[in-house]
């Protein structure tokens, strides 16, 4: 009976979050009343947006898929099973990442994962002869891209995986997931001593900001003041190519208006919109209704 051993956990989170408003028993409040109430105290200044955005993302967490938490294939990190040890200690160095995927001819063919631990012995010292990418690999876990993210973290937590290869139902590779994509889909973004990248959303004045291509709509709606359109996709460089049409070359700086507010593309990589200028109107009302 998974639907009633799911639908009872549900229950008791919601008990558990209820009882924060003095409530000890869920009765014929909903899961929508919980969140209204939030929202009403976080209006009120009662809570802290921050805290109302983690307890959102908790209810929210049982409906995600590992698909729309991964890093998608085209900004992965990998290194062919062929290439020099030497060349992997590079991307190690250069990366500060401690897992990186193996494939195999072609990022398709993922045949494991290279741990930097394993590669240790190797950076100070000489490589020996014949020792191969292949000698040292690890297995690599798979999931796919439509596991449900709460599972897919009992499963990773129960196996000691941090890292999972996201494959399409052919067995293509579609992205990888990490137990810390799970853990800030839920706390927000998580900033390491090897993290140096920019802001995914930040603010230059009252109306001008800068956004990561991939930071999700809601997000950003929720930041600028202004409910931009999610219907058709999830991130901002989605709604931008929605809108154009087209997929812009690297030199190109599209740009879009839509319901007043104009994105434009200041950031193209290998044809995938990396950062977008956001300017709302000077004017615009908080949370406004963007058709």
Known sequence: MPDDAGGSANIKKQNRILKLFGHNMLEKVTQQ????????????????????????????????????VMTHRTDMTAIEDSDPLQDAVDVFIETGYSR??????????????????????????????????TDIKRDAFYVPKTKNCSELFAEMTANKVQLAVVVDEYGGTEGLITMEDLIESIVGNIQDEYDNEEEEIK???????TVDGAA????????????????????????????????????????????????????????????????????????????
């Open 203 to 209: 603010r230059l004045s009252d109306n001008i900001f």
């Open 100 to 133: 990186i995927p193996v494939y195999h001819e072609d990022i398709d063919n993922i045949v494991g994962l290279l741990y930097a631990k394993d590669l240790l012995r190797y950076v100070c010292g000489d490589i020996p002869e014949g020792l191969k990418l």
């Open 33 to 68: 009343d919980i969140m209204l109430m939030l929202l009403a105290v976080k209006e009120k200044g009662v809570i802290e947006a921050s805290t109302y955005s983690m307890i959102k993302n908790i209810f929210e967490f049982d409906d995600l898929t590992a698909a729309e």
């Open 216 to 291: 999700a709509i809601d997000d950003v709606s929720e930041l600028i003041g202004v409910k931009l359109p999610d219907d058709e996709c999830e991130t901002i460089a989605g709604l931008m190519l929605e809108q154009l049409g087209e997929i812009p070359k690297d030199n190109d700086r599209p740009s879009v208006l839509i319901g007043g507010v104009r994105l434009t593309a200041v950031q193209i990589e290998d044809r995938r919109i990396a950062r977008v200028l956001i300017e709302k109107p000077q004017d615009s009302g908080a949370m406004e209704e963007r058709k």
